[in-house]
């Protein structure tokens, strides 16, 4: 269980920089392990498709019980998946994904790496997938991870065959195998030896497995046993790897802890065949490459570590750091020195931040920091030096121990200063599978190391370290007590629209309604907002002079120039003209308690759907699910949305069916399910019977889709259906209407195949595969080759009232402004009103 650092070769200093926001110390039982891994060489290198693709218990043992340097090679962030907690999609769902993982890699001490790779969802083959990836670009990614983190092991998670049960699952497995014979040949990808060397691992496997049904292990195959008890984390690494999967929240991978050993499972793909172990043929110890005193400092060091009291080590780890110092092989020196460095800075007990109370910050302001250092050994730590940002001050000071020391400094923010968002959205994809990076040599990284640092010049005995410190931001909760994140650079004016659709009739002028955020304290003299439709004016306004404070615009666009645009739907882009500089960005703010705070920026664009989209319902009930857009788009519809509780299923009534007021079901035109309500909602197997009384009596219930995973209801519909692993996963899918004529088709909005184009990711996922005869299907689809599926939207008649289960993705439709999916979830909803 290890922090992280990265390490820099600059003017004779390895360079100590912390991802995270503080340089703290590690825990008496992490240095030790720290130190046992310093004595091993070998590096794994494990490679799956996405976020929660890992086998984490496999990782801890190879961290915790094996010492060994082990990384996790995810080629997407798992972006085209679904979200548990909110209602982001997307780059936001990506950024949120890649947190996670983080956090995850933060128990279970394994490094984190990407490559370029997009998750578009669901594919069926490698062919499907190649069709969007580009093989040579993501295989030179790969590539580029292996030579520069150097694995002498990589293990697959998956096949390349259709058992790996996910088209980007199969595809990882084949750019893993073609990434490996190619790293260690100097006429593959040649640009990158500008930067570094040609690797060869010994070897690559693939970590057989059973998931439910399916079973790719075998008795003959390769054996590891993992998940024992380690003392001192307290637990086995298979309940470690239960709190590590744990972490991925937005996907709802919640994992036992599963406590006891177990076997792991090994096939050869390709390379030096494993005997025995993983490490068969593989350089283990310093002194098989030549290095036995380094060998036999660190035995001397790790038998006489004293848990009570780390500092005692540093004598013998600064005449070790020399040594190492010496040794030939540049990357083994940079590796292993950062790992040293981070041992003997938390041998010191040293912590350094540089902090404001200022959680965002504009180029060109100054803001005030404080620069916090402590240390704790009895060996003296003196700062040399302090450069801020661009200004170097010597300081020669040596820190007392256990006493803490503040020195504030006035910081000004480069005028150039980027805005603070992910480097892979920094500048528009390459297309809808392939993320561009300003700098090639970001690709693998996790997140980019901040641009704006402290840095400290440190002397510890005779050895010299060099610690960079970001600029963060630190407040007291008064929950979660100190919270320190990474300060945020935002522009000095951000443009947002107030809502994140807009909705307008044919012949009607569009209203919008558009915050300019003011986070500079400059005063802006007068600016011109403007609305753009493919780089034609449509509207905007002239802004007076902005003096510090938000301010709210309102535009028009009149019907006059929305009737020459053809398009049902439209984006339209703002930007705002102030003292000669153009602003055009809006921030996307993402904040879960399991994360810190998650910035990027999006041009100030929004959607409009424009057409006759007839809505006759009035009022909507609606349960709660995993989280969608749907709630918010019914209300810009002028629909009135309530979220239903307890009390409006019984009334007066308590839970367990006493007597009260009749409940308040039946004031409803429509009552909706959110995506996976039935395995998130808990109350939701109570509440059925309600739902059944209310459809009896003369109601509408639209259900969305579900899985069966952690279902709350075994039967959702009033006659059974069965859902299963169904999907179409071609948005651009031929669409069949099995009863043109039917009403949901034709009230209030006529549904043509034309109202089936121009839809995002999917069609539609876990479609039923039988139902009850009762139920009369509207659709037929599926994807290239395969057999047409009738799954994706069911209709009966239930007494006086409607049921319709669609797991059609109108979650990922509406957010897109589609209009014809807007059509049609609106006529579902109008099904009683016909």
């Not at 040293?350 to 920091?369: D, H, I, K, L, R």
């Not at 409006?648 to 007597?659: M, Q």
């Not at 948005?731 to 039917?742: D, I, K, Q, R, S």
Request: hydrophobic share 40%; net charge neutral; proline share 5%.
């Amino acid at each position: 269980m290890f922090k992280k650092f990265i390490i820099v070769f600059i003017l004779g200093f390895f360079t100590v920089f912390c991802p995270a926001q503080q340089v703290r110390p590690s825990k008496s039982a992490e240095i030790y392990r720290e130190l046992k891994t310093l004595k091993h060489i070998p590096k794994v290198l494990y490679l799956a498709a996405h976020p929660d693709d890992e086998n984490t218990g496999l990782l801890s043992w190879l961290i915790n019980d094996r010492n060994v340097e082990t990384g996790y090679l995810s080629l997407t962030r798992g972006d085209g998946g679904q979200n548990l907690l909110g209602t982001e999609q997307g780059a936001a769902l990506g950024l949120i994904r890649t947190h996670e993982l983080l956090e995850a890699r933060k128990l279970d001490g394994a490094q984190q790496f990407f490559t370029r790779a997009i998750d578009f969802g669901f594919s069926k083959n490698t062919t499907d997938t190649f069709k969007q990836w580009d093989e040579n670009s993501i295989t030179a990614d790969v590539v580029w991870v292996i030579r520069t983190f150097r694995p002498d092991v990589i293990i697959c998670r998956f096949p390349p065959t259709a058992a790996a049960g996910h088209g980007q699952h199969a595809a990882s497995a084949v750019v893993a195998e073609k990434a490996f014979k190619l790293a260690g040949d100097k006429n593959a990808f040649p640009d990158q030896l500008k930067y570094i060397k040609v690797w060869q691992p010994k070897r690559i496997l693939w970590n057989t497995f059973r998931f439910g049904a399916v079973n790719t292990t075998a008795e003959n195959q390769m054996k590891v046993t993992v998940g024992q008890y380690d003392a001192q984390l307290g637990m086995g690494y298979g309940e470690l790897a239960g709190l590590s999967r744990s972490l991925h929240k937005s996907q709802g991978a919640g994992t036992q802890s599963v406590a006891g050993i177990r076997t792991e499972y090994f096939t050869h793909v390709a390379g030096e065949p494993a005997k025995g172990t993983l490490f068969d043929g593989v350089v283990k110890t310093w002194s098989a490459k030549g290095n036995s005193d380094i060998d036999q400092s660190l035995d001397k060091i790790i038998s006489a570590f004293n848990f009570n009291n780390p500092n005692l080590s540093l004598p013998a780890l600064l005449a070790l750091r020399k040594k190492l110092m010496a040794i030939q092989d540049p990357e083994l020196k940079k590796d292993k020195i950062k790992s040293l460095d981070q041992i003997i800075l938390s041998c010191a007990g040293f912590m350094g931040e540089v902090v404001t109370n200022q959680a965002e910050a504009v180029a060109g302001n100054a803001y005030n920091f404080k620069l916090n250092l402590i240390a704790r050994a009895e060996n003296p730590v003196v700062v040399e030096n302090v450069k801020w940002l661009n200004q170097s001050e010597s300081v020669n000071r040596k820190l007392s121990r256990d006493s803490l020391i503040t020195i504030q400094h006035d910081i000004q923010i480069p005028a150039d200063a980027a805005l603070t968002e992910p480097y892979w959205l920094a500048k528009p994809a390459v297309n809808a599978a392939t993320f561009a990076v300003p700098n090639d040599t970001l690709i693998g990284l996790p997140e980019a190391e901040s641009p704006l640092n402290v840095v400290l010049d440190l002397k510890i005995g005779l050895e010299k370290l060099r610690v960079k410190l970001p600029l963060s931001f630190k407040k007291l909760d008064p929950v979660r007590g100190d919270v320190v994140e990474a300060l945020r650079i935002v522009p000095a004016l951000e443009l947002k629209f107030t809502q994140p659709l807009y909705l307008v009739k044919e012949n009607e002028d569009l209203h919008l309604n558009l915050n300019i955020k003011v986070n500079s304290n400059k005063a802006f003299g007068n600016g011109k907002l403007n609305l753009m439709y493919n780089g034609e004016r449509l509207g905007g306004a002239d802004v007076s002079s902005i003096n510090g404070k938000d301010i709210t615009v309102d535009c028009v666009i009149t019907k006059n120039k929305l009737v020459s645009i053809p398009s049902s739907r439209l984006q339209l882009d703002a930007d705002f003209v102030a003292d000669g500089v153009t602003y055009n960005k809006k921030q996307v703010l993402i904040q879960y308690p399991h994360l810190p705070s998650l910035q990027y920026f999006a041009p100030a664009t929004i959607a409009v759907m424009k057409g006759d989209i007839r809505a006759t319902v009035k009022k909507v009930g609606y349960i709660q699910g995993a989280g969608d857009f749907i709630p918010e788009f019914l209300r810009m519809a002028g629909i009135q949305v309530d979220v239903l509780k307890d009390e409006d299923f019984y009334g007066n009534a308590d839970a367990s069916g006493g007597n009260g007021s009749q409940n308040r079901l039946s004031q409803y035109d429509a009552i909706v399910l959110g995506i996976r309500a039935n395995n998130t909602e808990k109350k939701l197997g109570r509440w059925m019977p309600f739902l059944w009384t209310y459809v009896k009596a003369g109601g509408n219930l639209l259900m969305q889709y579900n899985t069966n995973q952690d279902a709350m209801v075994s039967q959702l519909g009033m006659y059974p259906f069965n859902i299963a692993n169904k999907r179409v996963t071609e948005e651009n899918a031929t669409v069949t209407f099995l009863n043109p004529n039917h009403k949901l088709l034709n009230f209030p909005n006529k549904i043509t195949a034309d109202d089936f184009k121009g839809w995002v990711q999917e069609r539609g996922a876990y479609f039923p595969d039988q139902w009850d005869a009762a139920y009369e299907p509207l659709f037929e689809m599926h994807d290239t080759g395969e057999e047409p599926l009738q799954g994706s939207t069911l209709y009966t008649k239930y007494g006086k009232g409607n049921f319709i289960y669609t797991p059609l993705s109108f979650f990922r439709q509406l957010p897109a402004g589609n209009v014809g999916a807007a059509l049609l979830f609106l006529n579902f909803l109008s099904a009683q009103k016909n």
